[in-house]
């Protein structure tokens, strides 16, 4: 049987309240996150966070013609994860910091070295799975009709055992019920939603 890893999906300060892209009561899932990720770090099981590390001009910004304000601009406070949270060293993994690439999966992220600079050679977040063995997942997060569910989607395509923290999500809803849209597409895709 493989390990099982938790994954905290962009709980960064541009994504709670009074960030640039606040998901409404984003930071409710802090305590939840928290006492996921004290319960796996105390069993020496994976924790893993994964972050929106945008160049300032990015191409998801609407100055640029994409969707979103700039949001988790790489060095700025936003783009830190948030403070309340308290984690023991731990893998963690940049996405969307090419200046023309929009990236909302985890799964397309690249593992950041120890001096903070992405891994040369790359190491991808489903190779680093694969090489510590986990074929489990349990992710919460932000946002839950974004890169949440884009993370979740990639999880069940490459056959990881993914679990969804439902109090451990909050969702954008651009249209009110994108987030329950979301959850359900996870669900039917094989997801468990708990
Ligand atoms: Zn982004």
Not at 141 to 168: E, I
Request: aromatic share 8%; glycine share 10%; net charge negative.
């Amino acid at each position: 049987m493989g390990q099982q890893a938790f994954i905290i999906v962009d709980l960064q300060n541009d994504f709670c309240p009074g960030g640039s892209l606040a998901v409404p009561e984003g930071d409710r899932v802090i305590p939840v996150i928290q006492d996921w990720a004290s319960r796996f770090q105390r069993q020496g099981k994976l924790v893993i966070t994964t972050q929106d590390a945008h160049p300032a001009d990015h191409i998801s910004f609407r100055e640029r013609g994409g969707p979103w304000p700039p949001h988790c601009v790489t060095g700025t406070h936003g783009f830190e994860l948030h403070p309340d949270l308290h984690l023991l060293p731990h893998p963690a993994f940049h996405k969307g910091y090419l200046r023309d690439v929009d990236a909302y999966s985890g799964f397309e992220g690249t593992l950041v070295a120890p001096d903070g600079t992405l891994s040369t050679p790359p190491v991808s977040l489903e190779e680093y799975l694969r090489r510590e063995n986990v074929d489990t997942l349990h992710l919460a997060g932000l946002a839950t009709d974004y890169c949440v569910r884009a993370t979740v989607l990639d999880a069940l395509k490459l056959g990881f055992a993914t679990t969804v923290l439902v109090d451990g999500v909050r969702g954008v809803n651009v249209n009110p019920n994108d987030s329950e849209k979301a959850l359900n597409e996870m669900a039917q895709s094989g997801a468990k939603v708990r």
